[in-house]
């Protein structure tokens, strides 16, 4: 047994590669983006360390070129969620004893395994699967995966150090272990690093995790689990097990070991999974922790002294960036009626100026929206805009999926601050501004705290530092992730922790001890030196 007391001090962000032409970056990656558009993977089950494959299969095509199957993929059916809750419990045996250095030397690693051989690979997957652009890859799949991974490993070095104070005659201890039993993994399809970090923060803590990846990211999602195999993770550790969520849901929460749900996906599938847990309480070991973070109608409220030039590029960014499929992408907009005429003109002309297209024309600023069903919900949103006397669209509104699901950045004017669109997560690009009278301002930050029941970003514009912090104290509850003068979206980890409540969440805060706490279960211990010579006390004699 090594004793070492070791300390990972919190890293330095991993750099963005910028992939200029030419770059060597942009080389690599090219070359891997031809290898993988040109390969059909097949992807197996991976429990306790091995392929398993049950032949019912489903596929992976290009959201911007739908006719190209990319990757084929086996789907777990019960009798494989079964097989992964047992190679987790019985991996769980090992790794929760294991010396957290190890643990943390393996997350370590794959983060290397990321920022160097496999980042192409990486990137590609993302790129080609989900339909990123390179910069939109870049900054998810890679650099903040690889600051999950690094981040965690230090913040978990802080928990361990947290130890209550020894009084005179005893000595107290805490010790962390991890929760009992087993803890699943549900990942989203938008970010590669999400799911990366849903499976390796309990990890660190020294727990197990069975991994249901979202469907249409199983191809990038494939090979984080090859990266954290080569790491060195031990079989059984993490379970890797795509197929029907409900399938895998409702077997997993009815098992007794469950010890916690480490979710991000929408409001209506958490809701849904705490609901079962809650009627299957009486059956668990444990009160299993939930962690979640599910939707947002993150918005931007604009002050009547704010600098129009930076509204507008902020909002283009924060609405339409990966086709606004961010839990933090900016989908309504207060703007006061003094500089909505130029204002407009300026927000209309930057969406019109878009490019659209396949992730390989890096000239591309937006891609395709994931499959056919989101294309089919934002659509409905935008012809339910275009039917409504209280809405105008005032820039994009064509939709196209004959070859890709490609949905152009669209903004809609409305007259009613409660419209459908400034109420509902419609996840594409859709941004709904609301225009509201100079005067009016208190009455519409009102409204902004009100209309939506999300609670996760929020950016406010203003010139005027007084007003600015004004509107954060009135906006306190509005969003978890508040942004003075900046788009809403692009946290990044050890930077601005991210997490939202209301119907936004748990607010446990990715990539920070909020999150990692959650996944140990402290001991307490206390030894007492010497014992009293008496039962009574002195006073009683
Ligand atoms: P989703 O809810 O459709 O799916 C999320 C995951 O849940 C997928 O893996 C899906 O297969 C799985 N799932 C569905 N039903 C299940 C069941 N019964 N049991 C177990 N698993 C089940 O969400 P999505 O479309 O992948 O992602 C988009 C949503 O995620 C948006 O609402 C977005 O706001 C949210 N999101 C939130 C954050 C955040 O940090 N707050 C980050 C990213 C995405």
Redesign the pocket.
Known sequence: MNNAIYNFPLPQNEPILVYLQGSPERLLLDKELERQSQTVVEIPLIIGGREVRTGNLGEIRMPHDHSKVIAKYHKAGKAQVEMAISAALEARKTWSDMTWTIRASILLKAAHLISSRYRPVINAATMLGQSKNIYQSEIDAVCEAIDFLKYNVGFAGRIYEMQPKSAYNQLNRMEYRALEGFV?A??????TS?ASNLNMAPVMMGNTTIW??????VLSNYYLMKVFMEAGLPAGVINFIPG???V???T??DSKDLAGIH????????N??WTRISTNLSRYKSYPRLVG????KDFIFVHPSANIQDVCINAIRGAFEYQG????AASRMYVPGSLWGEMKQCLCELAEDIKMGDVKDAGNFMNAV?DEK?FDTIKSYIDYARNSPEAEIIAGGQCDKSAGYFIRPTIVETTNPRFKLMEE?I?GPVLCVYVYEDSKLEETLDLCDTTSPYG?TGAVFSTDRIAAAHMCEKLRYAAGNFYINDKPTGAIVGLQP???SRA??TNDK?GGEYNLIRWVNPRTIKETFVSPDDYRYPYMM
């Open positions: 699943l549900v990942s989203p399809f938008n970010f999400i249901k990846p979202a469907s249409t990211a029907q969520g409900s895998i849901g409702n997993c929460l979710f991000t996906g929408s409001n209506g599938t958490f849904g999974l973070e599910t939707g947002g499929q961010k839990c933090s994931i989101a997560e996840f996760l991210f997490g939202g936004s969440g990715a």
